[in-house]
C-alpha cells in the first residue's frame, strides 16, 4: 500500500511536470493569456501575457495515475478514485468553458454567475446521486473529533451536500489569486487525504491513489506556477481541484472535515462576503483594501505593509498544513478497533 502511494505521487509529479515542458510554450503560441482585472494591484499588470489554462497539467497526470496505478482497485470493483476523477473533470469542463469565454473576449469575464452556479449544482448532484447508489454514501453525517454519527434525512443531507460541494469548489477558485497561491493550498488538503487512508487501510487505497497521485501533479504544476510564474492554472484548473477536494471529502464520507482543511479558501470567500455586503450597506466604505483576503495583505490592508506574493503563499500553505495535521488527528480512530 504504501509502495503504492509513493508511485502514485512520483508519477503524478512526473507526468505533470512533463506535461508542462510542452504545454506551457504551447499555450504561449496560441497566445491563450490570462486576462488581468483592471482593479487588481499594480504589480499584477506586469503579468499580462501569461498564459492560462496550466491546470491541464495536473488534470492529465491525476487521469494518469488514475488508470495505472489505480487500475489494481478497478479490477477488485473499486471505482471511488474515477468517481472522483471525473467529478473533477466536470467541474474543469465548467472551468474550461469559463476560460474560454474570457480569452475569446480578452477580458476577466467567463459564464454568467447564474449559468455557472446552475451546472455546478447539477453536478454536485448527480456525484452524489453516484455515491450513495454505489455504496460510498450513506446519510448518516459523520463528526469528525467526536468519532459519532448524526442521522440525517436522506433529502436534507443532499441538500446540504450539494451547497457544501459548490461553495467548495468556487472557494478554491477565489483563493486562485496569486502565484502559486491555490496549489500550495491545496498540496497540504490532499496530503492529509493519503494520511487518512494510511491510517484507514488498505480498503481505502483507490482514494488514497487519487489524493497522492494529486499532490505529486500539483508540485509539477509548481515548477511552473511559483511565483513568478510562467503560466495559471486558470478557472480549468481552480475548479478542478474544488471538485477534487469535495470529490474526496464525500467519497471518504468525511464533508465536515473540509471547514478545518479548507479554512484559507473559506476565510477567502467570507472576505469576499463581507466586503461586498459592507459596500452596499455603507454606500461605498470597505472593509478590506482589496477583497479577497490576498489582495488586502498585498495591498498593505491594515498595517500597511505590502506582502510579497512568496510570503502569501507561505502563509496559506502553513496555516492549511497545521489544519491537515489536525484535521487527521479528528479522524484517525474512526476505524480502530
Not at 136 to 148: D, G
Not at 154 to 166: G, H, N, S
Not at 202 to 224: N, R
Request: hydrophobic residues 55%; positive net charge.
Amino acid at each position: 500500500m504504501t509502495i503504492k502511494l509513493i508511485l502514485a505521487l512520483c508519477i503524478g509529479f512526473c507526468v505533470s511536470s512533463g506535461v508542462g515542458a510542452f504545454l506551457v510554450p504551447w499555450l504561449r503560441k496560441i497566445k491563450a493569456d490570462q486576462p488581468i482585472k483592471e482593479l487588481a494591484p499594480d504589480r499584477h499588470k506586469l503579468k499580462a501575457g501569461t498564459p492560462t489554462m496550466g491546470g491541464i497539467m495536473f488534470i492529465v497526470a491525476a487521469a494518469v495515475v488514475c488508470f495505472t496505478v489505480g487500475f489494481s482497485p478497478m479490477t477488485e470493483g473499486n471505482w471511488s478514485h474515477i468517481f472522483v476523477l471525473l467529478f473533477g473533470l466536470v467541474f474543469g469542463a465548467i472551468g474550461f468553458l469559463d476560460d474560454y469565454e474570457k480569452l475569446r473576449h480578452k477580458q476577466n469575464l467567463g459564464l454568467k454567475a447564474k449559468s455557472k452556479f446552475l451546472l455546478q449544482l447539477a453536478a454536485a448532484i448527480a456525484f452524489l446521486l453516484l455515491l450513495r447508489f454505489t455504496g460510498y454514501l450513506s446519510p448518516n453525517l459523520y463528526i469528525p473529533f467526536w468519532n459519532t454519527y448524526v442521522p440525517v434525512s436522506e433529502p436534507l443531507y443532499f441538500i446540504f451536500a450539494a451547497f457544501v460541494i459548490v461553495g467548495t469548489v468556487n472557494a478554491v477558485n477565489i483563493t486562485d489569486g496569486v502565484d502559486g497561491l491555490a496549489a500550495g493550498t491545496c498540496i497540504p488538503v490532499f496530503l492529509c487525504f493519503t494520511a487518512i487512508v494510511f491510517c484507514w487501510g488498505k480498503e481505502f487505497l483507490a482514494q488514497g491513489i487519487f489524493s497522492a497521485g494529486i499532490t505529486g501533479a500539483l508540485l509539477g504544476f509548481l515548477v511552473y506556477n511559483f511565483n513568478p510564474a510562467r503560466v495559471f492554472m486558470g478557472d480549468t484548473g481552480s475548479l478542478f481541484l474544488g471538485g477534487a477536494i469535495a470529490g474526496m471529502a464525500f467519497a471518504l464520507d468525511v464533508p465536515l472535515l473540509l471547514i478545518p482543511l479548507c479554512i484559507m479558501p473559506i476565510i477567502e470567500t467570507l472576505s469576499d462576503i463581507l466586503q461586498v455586503g459592507y459596500f452596499k450597506l455603507t454606500h461605498g466604505k470597505r472593509i478590506f483594501k482589496m477583497a479577497p483576503f490576498h489582495h488586502h495583505l498585498e495591498m498593505g490592508g491594515w498595517t500597511g505593509r505590502k506582502w510579497k506574493e512568496k510570503e502569501i503563499f507561505v502563509l496559506f500553505a502553513s496555516v492549511t498544513l497545521v489544519m491537515a495535521v489536525v484535521s487527521l488527528l479528528g479522524v484517525t480512530g474512526r476505524y480502530s478497533f
